[in-house]
């Protein structure tokens, strides 16, 4: 069974930019599509984008043109690129792919 692991995360000032990375623990990682999620204090988890594997990749309206997704297969790993982070985008975010999910990575933005 795949397992993922995220990492990546901590704390930036607004503005600033973190990379986040999911790695899996499966070679069949290739053939998954991997959907990146966050889950801010008191609020409901959020989708934040995925990527397809074969390459498609879709972003919540929240993140487009900030966050970038891409995959390498030849590692395992996803990644999440942000950029001109904001303060409400501080949550703990997960990556998943059907019912499996890391354990998050801490990201704080703070104004």
């Known amino acids: 069974q795949v397992q993922l692991v995220e990492s990546g995360g901590g704390l930036v000032q607004a503005g600033g930019s973190l990379r986040l990375s999911c790695v899996a623990s499966a070679s069949a990682f290739g053939i998954v599509g991997i959907n990146w999620y966050r889950q801010a204090p008191g609020k409901q988890r959020e989708w934040v984008g995925l990527?397809?594997?074969?390459?498609?990749?879709n972003y919540a309206d929240s993140v487009k043109d900030r966050f970038t997704i891409s995959r390498d297969n030849g590692k395992n790993t996803v990644y999440l690129q942000m950029n001109r982070l904001k303060p409400e985008d501080t949550a703990i975010y997960y990556c998943?792919?059907?019912?499996?999910w890391g354990q998050g990575t801490q990201v704080t933005v703070s104004s």
């Open positions: 990527i397809t594997s074969g390459g498609v990749i």
């Open positions: 998943n792919t059907y019912n499996i």
